[in-house]
């Protein structure tokens, strides 16, 4: 059973400050990772995709991953209240037609 | 880039009546389509994989008579739910991978209610 393990939060951070999104997968076979984030009542927007160890940056968000711990992260520099909503981790195990496997969400409050 | 409509937005229909809901990849072909359903304050579910031009995937527990799948093209997929109830009343979100990649896109949702 593939899995994929999130806190639900909520994660409340200051405006201006890091946030700290974690998650952690169950199925080592994994090769892609994404970050999509929902805001309430809308479907989800891809953030960031992550296939390599190590990190990757783009703009404000930094995603990280450690295959070894099998640990995905998504780092939000200076937060803004824009930035509340909840962010769901993703992995792909490959195999053509499967979905990915989302964890249940982080819902983050960036306070003002 | 990258963007995938769903058609319509939101739909109110009585029980036991049939819903069309459609699922365009606008600007890239997508062999491959998928349909999630959410329920209020809950994670997205994958009902079904769709693929183009052989019959759909379903998960363990999703009634492939009652959630009719077509994907007729590279760029549609359509999902019918037939013979609606109360408790199909829910947050419908296709997504569509690019082909040759791994990244999958989401469409806006449809939020069907159901009387």
């Known amino acids: 059973q593939k899995e994929v393990e999130q806190n639900s939060g909520p994660l409340s951070v200051p405006e201006g400050a890091i946030a700290s999104l974690n998650c952690t997968y169950s199925?080592?076979?994994?090769?892609?990772f994404f970050w999509y984030r929902q805001y309430s009542g809308k479907s989800p927007e891809l953030i960031m995709s992550?296939?390599?160890?190590g990190d990757k940056e783009d703009g404000r968000f930094t995603a990280q991953l450690n295959k070894a711990s099998q640990y995905v992260s998504l780092l939000i520099r200076d937060s803004q209240p824009s930035d509340s909503a909840t962010y769901l981790c993703?992995?792909?195990?490959?195999?053509?037609?499967?979905?990915?496997?989302f964890g249940k969400g982080t819902h983050l409050i960036i306070q003002p | 880039g990258a963007v995938v409509s769903q058609h319509p937005s939101w739909v109110i229909c009585k029980s036991g009546t049939s819903v069309k809901i459609e699922c365009r990849s606008l600007?890239?072909?997508?062999?491959?389509m998928f349909w999630y359903r959410q329920f209020p304050k809950q994670s997205l579910m994958l009902m079904a994989t769709?693929?183009?031009?052989?019959?759909?995937?379903?998960e363990q527990g999703v009634e492939k008579d009652k959630f009719l799948i077509n994907h007729a093209s590279l760029t549609l997929s359509t999902l019918t739910v037939t013979s609606a109830h109360p408790e199909d009343s829910s947050f419908y979100i296709c997504?569509?991978?690019?082909?040759?990649?791994?990244?999958?896109?989401f469409g806006p949702g449809t939020r069907l209610t159901v009387l």
């Open positions: 997504s569509a991978r690019r082909d040759y990649t791994d990244t999958q896109y």
């Open positions: 199925d080592r076979v994994s090769q892609s």
């Open positions: 600007d890239f072909q997508a062999t491959t």
């Open positions: 769709s693929n183009e031009g052989s019959k759909a995937t379903y």
């Open positions: 993703a992995a792909y195990s490959g195999g053509g037609a499967d979905g990915l496997t």
């Open positions: 992550i296939y390599s160890n």
